[in-house]
């Protein structure tokens, strides 16, 4: 097995649905229930019906803004029961990425009721005589999520009503202290999704990635309390951290693979590279 395997084993390790509810809004699918959300979700029958086919918030909210004043209700409840922590941070719900917003809801109950996140990803480059070089930034050690792990230049999830380029422009600012004209540079390069076994539930995220070419010489500052800071590593270097330790935040390894597989470091023609690509979009 290529040892980049791993990384995207680990990302996926929920292998079939068995065993857990679907949860529709209207007619479309948008997540799925584990057995201990599903049976305190039934103590709100007024907004959580169960049927043959799962369970759906209730066919009298029809409009985004009375299914989310409904959810909030129930997060609510629920966070004071234990089942998660509340993030204080809406953000929308689709059937698929790019389709219509049927609802939001809290950050912090997205995995108990399996509903997908989107996110934003970015690969900070810098063209060296001797090569491709990448900014990483280590992450601060009171982080909730792989406190002291290598990151990306710029990652953050999409909140509800921004899109992926204004979700990148502010966490550009935030996060690494990059002018909005300079973010703006950035290339949407694809799309990596997976789905994640979490203690609260299910994570299932989509994450868009983008290449900055920046100047040799520009400096990334952080901005914020997520960031201890920023170096800049050959690229062989980064393939080697991802390779061969477990330094890196569990999904920007397979952000990090994608783009080893697109500047050739892995063959995408070889066996080893093909199911890695394969392997990166395994979610929405």
């Known amino acids: 097995m290529s040892p980049f395997q791993r990384h995207i084993e680990a990302c ?12 529709r809004i209207g007619a479309a699918q948008v997540g799925w229930l584990g057995s201990d959300l599903a049976r305190a979700l039934a103590f709100f029958p007024r907004e959580i019906h169960f049927d ?30 234990g089942h998660f922590t509340l993030r204080d941070e809406a953000f929308d719900i689709r059937a698929a990425p790019g389709g ?33 070089h990448l900014w990483m930034g280590w992450r601060s050690r009171a982080k909730a999520v792989a406190p002291g792990k290598l990151d990306n230049l710029v990652a953050g999830g999409i909140p509800a009503g921004l899109g992926p ?29 997976y789905v994640m076994r979490e203690e609260t539930g299910i ?10 070419d920046l100047p040799d010489g520009f400096q990334p500052r952080p901005n914020d309390d ?30 990090l693979i994608d783009l080893f597989l697109r ?9 080893a ?12």
Do not use: M, Y
């Open 226 to 255: 997520e960031v201890e800071r920023f170096e800049l590593w050959p690229l062989a270097r980064v393939l080697e951290a991802v390779r061969d330790t477990d330094a890196v935040k569990f999904n920007v390894n397979l952000v």
């Open 165 to 193: 380029e204004q979700t990148l422009v502010k966490e550009a600012a935030e996060e690494a202290s990059l002018p909005a004209a300079l973010a703006l540079q950035a290339r949407p390069v694809g799309r990596i999704s």
């Open 263 to 271: 500047e050739g470091l892995i063959d995408p023609a070889g066996e």
């Open 100 to 132: 219509p917003v049927l609802a939001r809801l809290d950050r912090g109950a997205l995995p108990a009721f399996g509903i997908a996140a989107e996110g934003v990803h970015l690969n900070g480059r810098v063209r060296r005589p001797d090569g491709l």
């Open 12 to 23: 996926n390790d929920l292998a079939s649905p068995a065993g857990l509810v679907p949860f």
């Open 273 to 284: 590279g093909r199911a890695l690509r394969a392997g990166l979009r395994q979610g929405p």
């Open 52 to 81: 043959a086919q799962g369970a759906a918030l209730a066919g009298r909210l029809r409009s985004p803004g009375a299914r989310t004043e409904a959810l909030a209700g129930i997060a609510r409840s629920l966070a004071e029961r």
């Open 203 to 212: 994570r299932r995220d989509v994450l868009h990635c983008f290449d900055l």
